[in-house]
């Protein structure tokens, strides 16, 4: 008994570092070298002024201050299923954040509102684009978070009786 949770052990040190090699930044770095130019200045921004707070690289979902922005992507793409209402959406978000109109009300319960911050509106609408057009890093948690969200909302039996 004891030593089957050695063996287990042993093998969660060695998946991690396995990891390593692979950890959603340096995919970033890749992803941002094989872009388009307008796309890289957009993934800049994102990096720059978004992925403080919505960060792709949290090492779990305890210790995170705001949803990946993958989450916030899927969540937008739910509502907004066309790239103008989505960016529309996303931008009108940022430059004034404000609850009434949060669709993430658990994001907002559990981080509070995301603070109105000094965006230039251009600057939203790279970003916004770019999150609607392209496929963003997501934190490792992050698929499995989302099927257990969906297990216990989903009504797929899952789990109840
Ligand atoms: C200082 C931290 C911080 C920064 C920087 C930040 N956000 Fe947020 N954001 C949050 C938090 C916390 C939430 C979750 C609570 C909420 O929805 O208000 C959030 C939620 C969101 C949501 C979902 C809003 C909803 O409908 O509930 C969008 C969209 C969003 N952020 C876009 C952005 C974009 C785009 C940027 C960069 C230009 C950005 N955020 C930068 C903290 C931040």
């Known amino acids: 008994m004891k030593y089957s949770i050695y063996l287990i052990l042993m093998a969660l040190l060695f998946l991690s570092c396995a990891d390593k090699k692979d950890t959603p930044q340096e995919g970033a770095e890749a992803q941002s070298k094989n872009m388009s130019p307008e796309y890289s200045e957009a993934y800049q921004l994102l990096k720059n002024q978004c992925y403080a707070c919505h960060s792709p690289i949290s090492s779990s979902h305890d210790v995170i201050i705001a949803p990946p922005m993958a989450a916030v992507k899927l969540r937008y793409s739910r509502s907004y299923t066309t790239k103008e209402e989505f960016v529309e959406a996303m931008v009108s978000w940022a430059m004034n954040p404000?609850?009434?109109?949060?669709?993430?009300?658990?994001?907002?319960?559990?981080?509070?509102?995301?603070?109105?911050?000094?965006?230039?509106?251009?600057?939203?609408?790279?970003?916004?684009?770019?999150?609607?057009?392209?496929?963003?890093?997501?934190?490792?948690?992050?698929?499995?978070?989302?099927?257990?969200?969906?297990?216990?909302?989903?009504?797929?039996?899952?789990?109840?009786?």
């Open 98 to 161: 404000n609850k009434e109109k949060a669709l993430m009300r658990g994001a907002v319960d559990r981080f509070q509102q995301m603070p109105k911050q000094a965006f230039v509106e251009e600057d939203l609408r790279k970003i916004a684009a770019y999150v609607y057009e392209n496929e963003l890093e997501e934190p490792e948690w992050f698929a499995a978070h989302e099927k257990e969200m969906h297990a216990k909302g989903g009504g797929m039996g899952q789990g109840m009786p």
